[in-house]
């Protein structure tokens, strides 16, 4: 259901943050964080991923395996 942000590779560069249709992504202690309660991983608004695309570090907005693959609800 939700994509993660990977704290240890962050810079906080805060590139993601603005481009999340989902609001779902805010910093806190110098790195940004994903609300997985609101990352719809991008479905419904962009065939990829924002955050991911935007990322400047490789591999570090990830799918989080701890929750189940988004379905979007009509
Ligand atoms: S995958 Fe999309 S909805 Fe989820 S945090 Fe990244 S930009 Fe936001
Ligand atoms: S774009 Fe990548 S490096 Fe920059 S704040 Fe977001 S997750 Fe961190």
Same mark, same amino acid.
């Given at each position: 259901?939700?994509?993660? !942000? !990977?704290?240890? +590779?962050?810079? @906080?560069?805060?590139?993601?943050? =603005?481009?999340? =249709? &989902?609001?779902?992504? *805010?910093?806190? &202690? @110098? %790195?940004? !964080?994903? /609300? ?7 479905? @419904?608004?962009?065939? /990829? =991923? +924002?955050?991911? #695309?935007?990322?400047? %570090?490789?591999?570090?907005? %990830? !799918?989080? &395996? $701890?929750?189940? *693959?988004? %379905? $979007?609800? #009509?």
């Amino acid at each position: 259901m939700a994509y993660k !942000i !990977i704290a240890s +590779q962050c810079t @906080g560069c805060s590139a993601c943050e =603005p481009e999340c =249709p &989902n609001v779902a992504i *805010r910093e806190k &202690n @110098g %790195v940004f !964080i994903i /609300d997985p309660k609101k990352c719809s991983e991008c479905i @419904g608004y962009f065939d /990829d =991923p +924002q955050c991911v #695309a935007v990322c400047p %570090v490789d591999v570090t907005c %990830v !799918i989080d &395996n $701890a929750y189940p *693959r988004y %379905v $979007a609800t #009509a």
